[in-house]
């Protein structure tokens, strides 16, 4: 069997209403890209990445190959899900078999959002929690009041729900993120929080994994080095330190994925998969879970936020868990009147906006958006996680105010303080 031809079809897939503004405001993209893997048997193997296409260098690594050829491969692993799927279809068994021995048949996944207001954050919980999802990986960044945001989760959740928070470093350093995580600790709904300070701090780390009991999360597996190499990786390090309680296998190559499933098994420490994109992606997300040991933290792929996850046969979920599709290969079928659909969907013209941030005393700082105040508040530039602190998004209304605002903003980096 070899790959003939790789078909590209780009595709804009909007999210879901309620949430598509706030997840443009957080400059998330509505691009997916489905690829098709043509073989000389006539199989067909499905492949997909969020935004634009990948260049035609990389797809051409995979014309003439045969996909066998792929097995533990470290390219794309939104190109080596399509080598996958094609080997399954041809031996007529599910991916994971590719893979190793099934230790699941049911995958935990969670939902995953941006960082929202208390009102907005607390009602896409109750949607999470309709929709049958009982984990919650959500953004924290320094203009929302992210207690107030755990409690409001606390109070809407189903007993059995638990929201890990991803900081990306946003706490900065010990002494800032000791009080807000003190209180963190306090709300029984918070299970776990990935990276709250930056992680080249080795000993900030230790320090505060001393002092908080909730779980502390890594952004990365990887434990593999190039042979060459006499350094062992980072992940591999914290995890002999105990410095860490779990860790994210963040779009990892499958020979990467797979490696560190056995490593953290041997270690025993759990996996938070993420793997982001439609129903495509979480199927291959799925197939992975059912052989990794330790994939027992809610993963997330954000299929839910698309308008439809572009297969015919939507994921089973119950009470967190995911079914492992039993189909050959990925196990899911492409729903090629939604692939039509798609292709012809227009890039929506937002207005013009800036993000406010509400301090305590309703003092209102002005952003040229919401990427600036996450950049200069991680700097120091302004008050980070106050008590109440909010931010709104000012869109054009037309009048002077805003357009001289606007203005100034976009000459600068740097926020204008009212007053």
């Given amino acids: 069997m070899k790959i003939t031809d790789i078909e590209v079809i780009p595709l804009r897939v909007p999210y879901e209403a309620r949430i598509r503004k706030a997840y443009y405001h957080f400059a998330m993209k509505e691009e997916v890209t489905v690829y098709k893997f043509h073989t000389d048997t006539g199989l067909i193997g499905l492949g997909e990445n969020v935004g634009s296409p990948f260049g035609q260098e990389m797809l051409e690594t995979y014309i003439g190959t045969d996909p066998f050829d792929h097995v533990m491969g470290q390219g794309r692993f939104n190109l080596d899900m399509a080598c996958y799927d094609?080997?399954?279809?041809?031996?007529?068994?599910?991916?994971?078999?590719?893979?190793?021995?099934?230790?699941?048949?049911?995958?935990?996944?969670?939902?995953?959002?941006?960082?929202?207001?208390?009102?907005?954050?607390?009602?896409?919980?109750?949607?999470?929690?309709?929709?049958?999802?009982?984990?919650l990986k959500c953004k924290a960044r320094a203009f929302y009041d992210v207690v107030a945001c755990a409690q409001a989760i606390q109070d809407v959740a189903p007993v059995d729900f638990r929201v890990e928070f991803d900081f990306n470093g946003a706490l900065i350093c010990v002494e800032k993120a000791l009080p807000v995580l003190r209180e963190l600790e306090k709300i029984p709904v918070v299970k776990g929080v990935e990276e709250p300070i930056f992680a080249y701090d080795v000993e900030g780390w230790r320090r505060l994994h001393e002092a908080i009991r909730i779980p502390f999360y890594l952004h990365g597996v990887r434990v593999l080095c190039e042979a060459a190499s006499r350094q062992p990786s980072g992940p591999w390090i914290g995890l002999r330190a105990g410095d860490f309680d779990g860790a994210l296998c963040s779009h990892e190559c499958v020979r990467d994925a797979l490696a560190a499933a056995w490593t953290f098994a041997a270690a025993n420490t759990p996996i938070l998969l993420q793997y982001v994109g439609t129903g495509i992606t979480t199927a291959f997300a799925l197939q992975l879970g059912a052989v990794m040991p330790t994939t027992t933290l809610p993963g997330v792929t954000a299929s839910h936020s698309y308008e439809d996850d572009l297969i015919v046969d939507a994921h089973l979920v119950q009470r967190g868990f995911m079914k492992v599709p039993e189909g050959p290969g990925l196990g899911v079928v492409l729903d090629e009147d939604a692939v039509a659909k798609y292709r012809e969907t227009p890039a929506v013209e937002w207005p013009r906006h800036v993000s406010v941030v509400t301090l305590p005393g309703d003092i209102q700082h002005f952003y040229k958006n919401l990427q600036q105040a996450e950049r200069l508040m991680k700097q120091g530039a302004d008050e980070s996680f106050a008590p109440g602190v909010r931010l709104d998004e000012w869109e054009d209304d037309g009048s002077e105010e805003f357009d001289r605002l606007w203005t100034q903003l976009q000459a600068q980096d740097a926020p204008i303080w009212d007053g």
Avoid: I, N, Y
């Fill in 86 to 135: 094609l080997m399954g279809k041809h031996l007529g068994l599910p991916a994971w078999k590719l893979m190793g021995q099934q230790v699941r048949q049911w995958v935990s996944m969670g939902w995953w959002m941006p960082c929202m207001s208390v009102e907005d954050t607390a009602a896409e919980v109750q949607v999470a929690a309709e929709r049958g999802f009982r984990g």
